[in-house]
């Protein structure tokens, strides 16, 4: 069973500093002290679990004026199983419910596709944050996009 919930930056984040380092630190070789960047104990943090494993992560910050969506993380035996695309969902949804009319996301440049099915855009050149190329990209309320794979033309 697929279970999330949102928590607070100033609750128990334990199972999402878990993943965290799991994937950012030790996957990615991000140096620990730019993966905590201060700015989880004002963030809105994503679990989500599968028979209840964490299984990825997420989190929502309001940067005045912008919202941000960040650290969207899926361990690796979920990978390949729409547990992203769900997180992503949920992100979005919470984002857009808090009052947001754009989302401002830094995307691992390997994931820009990904991004892109659901209306993001890229708005600047490549570059590196933590030693990885990323692009900033964002999605207006009214432009994101859910999309479907149950339907698939051939």
Same mark, same amino acid.
């Given at each position: 069973m697929i279970t999330s919930a949102f928590?607070?930056?100033?609750? #128990?984040?334990? =199972?999402?500093?878990?993943?965290?380092?799991? %994937?950012? *630190?030790? &996957?990615?070789?991000?140096?620990?002290?730019?993966?905590? #960047?201060?700015? =989880?104990?004002?963030?809105?943090?994503?679990? %989500?679990? *599968?028979? &209840?494993?964490?299984?990825?992560?997420?989190?929502?910050?309001?940067?005045?004026p912008l919202f941000r969506i960040g650290r969207l993380a899926v361990r690796k035996q979920f990978r390949g199983q729409k547990i992203g695309d769900l997180a992503l969902r949920l992100l979005l949804f919470k984002t857009f419910s808090m009052g947001a009319q754009k989302i401002d996301i830094h995307a691992q440049s390997y994931l820009i596709d990904f991004?892109?099915?659901?209306?993001?855009?890229?708005?600047?050149?490549?570059?590196?944050?933590?030693?990885?190329?990323?692009?900033?990209?964002?999605v207006l309320k009214d432009e994101v996009i859910y999309p479907s794979s149950c339907c698939k033309s051939e």
């Open positions: 928590i607070p930056g100033n609750q #128990d984040t334990s =199972d999402i500093l878990l993943i965290r380092d799991e %994937v950012f *630190v030790g &996957e990615q070789n991000c140096p620990g002290e730019e993966e905590y #960047d201060g700015l =989880d104990e004002r963030a809105l943090h994503l679990i %989500v679990y *599968v028979d &209840e494993v964490p299984a990825a992560i997420g989190r929502i910050w309001y940067d005045e991004y892109k099915k659901f209306g993001f855009t890229s708005h600047c050149e490549e570059f590196t944050e933590s030693g990885i190329p990323h692009f900033a990209m964002s």
